[in-house]
């Protein structure tokens, strides 16, 4: 099986014979080595190394082959089985490290991720003098204003870019809920600085 092709992986993963076994550990064998590269690269970025790491590459791989036998007759042979495959574990690893940072990361962020915000509010760059008041501005929004869920769905989503379907399984909620929620932060924030001279009434009511 050194040469086996896209064909022959979608065949013998379909197989009830024997060796189907012996396709599906080796097809694990090469997911948990793309896991582990993949974790290897993201791994420093959020601070896990180690055995941590070794662990999450394992988890990742499982899951992506699961994933990946679930989902067999999705596979329309428009690129190679394994670069269809290693979409699955590159996934599996992104949402696993993104949430595991998130879990263990304290709800402070950043001057990088705080400047970046205005722009995420749609302010334009003949704006760019009163940023530095706006943004001391949308921080104590975020702290006065913002319940404490809104604060930590808002800072997960808008600020920290954890993927929806993390989130949602996080706080055991629903898409609708986490949207409404964002939806309600945004709202009260643009209203501030609408009602301090920041922002214009037609953003007031923006997503």
């Known amino acids: 099986m050194s040469t086996i092709d896209s064909a022959d992986w979608v065949a013998e993963l379909r197989s009830g014979a024997g060796h189907r076994d012996e396709t599906v550990t080796r097809l694990h064998g090469l997911l948990l080595r793309a896991a582990r590269a993949e974790a290897r690269r993201r791994g420093p970025r959020v601070g896990i190394a180690g055995p941590e790491l070794d ?4 988890e990742a791989a499982s899951d992506a082959l699961l994933a990946i036998l679930a989902k067999l007759e999705q596979f329309r042979g428009e690129s190679r089985f394994l670069t269809w495959a290693y979409k699955f574990v590159v996934l599996e690893v992104a949402h696993k490290t993104t949430r595991h940072a998130w879990r263990r990361s304290a709800p402070i962020w950043d001057e ?3 400047r970046a915000l205005p ?7 003949s704006e760019v003098v009163e940023r530095r008041e706006a943004l001391e501005e949308l921080r104590r929004g975020v702290q006065e204003d913002l319940t404490p869920h809104q604060h930590r769905v808002f800072e997960a989503i808008v600020l920290k870019g954890v ?3 993390v989130l949602v399984s ?3 909620s629903s898409r609708g809920a986490i949207y409404k929620t964002l939806f309600d932060a945004r709202r009260k924030l643009r209203a501030r600085l609408v009602a301090k001279g920041y922002m214009d009434d037609l953003g007031a009511n923006g997503s």
Not at 55 to 58: F, M
Not at 119 to 125: A, N, Q, S, T, V
């Open 170 to 172: 996080e706080l055991d």
């Open 55 to 58: 662990d999450l590459a394992a």
């Open 112 to 114: 990088d991720e705080w």
């Open 119 to 125: 722009d995420r509010f749609g302010f334009g760059p």
């Open 163 to 165: 993927p929806l379907d």
